[in-house]
């Protein structure tokens, strides 16, 4: 945290600039640490130190789109330009610079932008790639994997897994990221890990809302971008009022995601289970690692996979799960 505050500090800050007062900052600011990435604030600068073993080219592909002008208003532009990540000394891990915005309040529900984040959704998917060389894949279905593989290296024999990794079997194997999508559904643009958590007003504070985190970025089923708030609309999680804010606010801007009109489900059925899953595995491996028994929300998801891994994922006759 110390090495990645002093980076972002220096790039507020670079050697050499003449300051009249000694500087203010305020220390380094901690906003997130797993194990795909650890993120620090300094004033203006945020830096995050990605995954130790995340393919560098295809993250310096993903830069180039944030930084892209045709992202522009859509996706936070890094702060360092779109070549090679660059990294922290000898340190293994790739670091990004970015500004910093202002999050979502998680303590605003009310206030929550489901509408502005599927016009940026909409947006993004429409978007044509301005990359020269091939867009990197989406990576949704690669990360949903990964959370059960933790799920399952958490839990060993768990009967408490036994309904997700039953859900997660019944899915089809694009979706389990073992397989290439269909390919009429996988030449868009995708956020590839949209939630809240990924929204921030740039310029700070009221500035308009961008997506951040393109580590997950690429070609891909744009499908996948709605497939979060499906599923937890599906679980019960997400009041219907949002969810449906939400899709029409897609639908209004053009999202290619879905029809424009009738069941959105035939296209969202597979990606919302597959997301269910995901969303189940991690909370167990919290659980297990905390040595905790599932909160109301984390049961609700862990329920859904209960209920999803008695039918096929093929919805018959158009009817919605």
Do not use: N
Not at 232 to 237: F, H, L
Not at 276 to 284: E, F, N, P, R, S
């Amino acid at each position: 945290m110390r090495r990645l505050g002093a980076l972002a500090h220096r790039l507020h800050h670079p050697p050499g600039t003449p300051r009249a007062t000694p500087c203010a900052c305020a220390p380094p600011q901690l906003l997130a640490d797993r194990p795909d990435g650890t993120v620090v604030r300094s004033g203006p600068v945020v830096a995050k130190a990605h995954a130790a073993d995340i393919d560098r080219d295809a993250l310096a592909a993903r830069l180039a789109l944030a930084s892209a002008p045709q992202l522009s208003g859509i996706l936070l532009a890094p702060l360092t330009g779109p070549g090679p990540a660059v990294t922290a000394g000898t340190a293994p891990r790739p670091v990004t610079f970015w500004p910093y915005g202002t999050p979502v309040d998680p303590k605003a529900p009310d206030a929550a932008p489901w509408a502005d984040a599927a016009v940026l959704l909409a947006r993004l998917h429409r978007t044509v790639s301005p990359l020269p060389l091939p867009t990197p894949p989406m990576r949704g279905p690669v990360k949903a994997a990964r959370a059960v593989a933790r799920m399952v290296a958490a839990l060993p024999g768990g009967g408490a897994a036994i309904p997700v990794l039953a859900a997660w079997d019944a899915l089809p194997a694009w979706a389990r990221g073992e397989a290439v999508p269909p390919a009429a559904r996988s030449r868009f643009l995708c956020h590839g890990d949209l939630h809240l958590g990924q929204l921030v007003r740039h310029p700070v504070p009221g500035g308009p809302w961008l997506l951040i985190d393109v580590d997950d970025a690429g070609q891909g089923d744009p499908a996948w971008d709605l497939a979060r708030p499906a599923a937890w609309y599906a679980a019960g999680v997400l009041a219907p009022e949002d969810w449906l804010l939400f899709l029409d606010a897609y639908r209004s801007a053009g999202g290619p995601a879905v029809p424009a009109e009738g069941d959105p489900w035939p296209q969202l059925d597979v990606p919302a289970r597959a997301l269910t899953v995901q969303t189940a595995a991690v909370a167990l491996a919290k659980c297990a690692a905390e040595g905790r028994e599932p909160d109301e929300m984390e049961q609700l998801m862990i329920d859904s996979c209960a209920r999803i891994a008695t039918f096929p994922p093929e919805l018959a006759d158009g009817c919605a799960s």
